[in-house]
């Protein structure tokens, strides 16, 4: 049973920095794409980030230069490291394994960048 579990959400000001982290259990971080999605009130979810299995990153165009998607096999684990927050950036952030033909979502947890 493959389970991912976002962690690290939170509240802060604009300008500073975030580290969230998507634990997973069930398969191994390094086989599939790993992706981070984000979700903000009224808007679809939008692919932020994602890591290959050979480590080949991708961005979205708004947030290049500010986040960067790592990965940890030894612990099994993806993480986000968000920059220079912005109040646009506010969302629910998802981790996704795989990419829709066989994939796993976490819960989502909450980001919210106050002006």
């Known amino acids: 049973q493959v389970q991912l579990a976002e962690s690290g959400g939170g509240l802060v000001q604009a300008g500073g920095s975030l580290r969230l982290s998507c634990a997973v259990s069930g398969t191994l971080v390094s086989r599939n794409t790993m992706g981070w999605y984000r979700q903000a009130s009224g808007n679809e979810r939008d692919c932020v980030a994602s890591?290959?299995?050979?480590?080949?990153?991708t961005y979205e165009d708004s947030v290049k230069g500010r986040f960067i998607i790592s990965r940890d096999n030894a612990k099994n684990t993806v993480y986000l490291q968000m920059n220079s927050l912005k109040p646009e950036d506010t969302a629910v952030y998802y981790c996704r394994y795989g990419l829709g033909y066989n994939d796993y979502w976490g819960q989502g947890t909450q980001v919210t960048v106050s002006s």
């Open positions: 890591i290959g299995s050979g480590g080949r990153t």
